[in-house]
């Protein structure tokens, strides 16, 4: 269980504490919440999750021409996971990802 404010995180039960407190994890789960999508120009830049009692998740996506290079969570989100999700592209392909 994961808890952050009033909201409460519970993970299946066959998942390990370290794939619920994952970057990817928090991202993935947030699909199931109300949204609302900023753009600049044809880009997304911010996405911002309800969670509800008066909870906001923020998705903040940077990019390099038409590549999507860093992905940021922000808001109301558990401590102790990493935050920043980094891709690495040669060319157009993407060729790694790191977290921080």
Do not use: A, M, W
């Given at each position: 269980m994961v808890c952050e404010?009033?909201?409460i995180f519970y993970p299946p039960k066959d998942l390990k504490w370290s794939d619920i407190n994952s970057f990817e994890y928090i991202s993935k789960n947030l699909k199931s919440y109300d949204s609302a999508l900023t753009y600049i120009g044809n880009k997304i830049d911010v996405i911002?999750?309800?969670?509800?009692?008066g909870?906001?998740?923020y998705k903040t996506y940077s990019?390099?021409?038409?590549?999507?290079?860093m992905i940021v969570l922000s808001?109301?989100?558990?401590?102790g996971i990493d935050t920043i999700k980094n891709?690495?592209?040669?060319?157009?392909k993407l060729t790694s990802t790191s977290y921080s």
């Open positions: 404010g009033d909201v911002t999750y309800d969670i509800g009692s909870l906001f998740v990019y390099t021409g038409n590549n999507v290079t808001g109301d989100i558990p401590d891709l690495t592209y040669t060319g157009n």
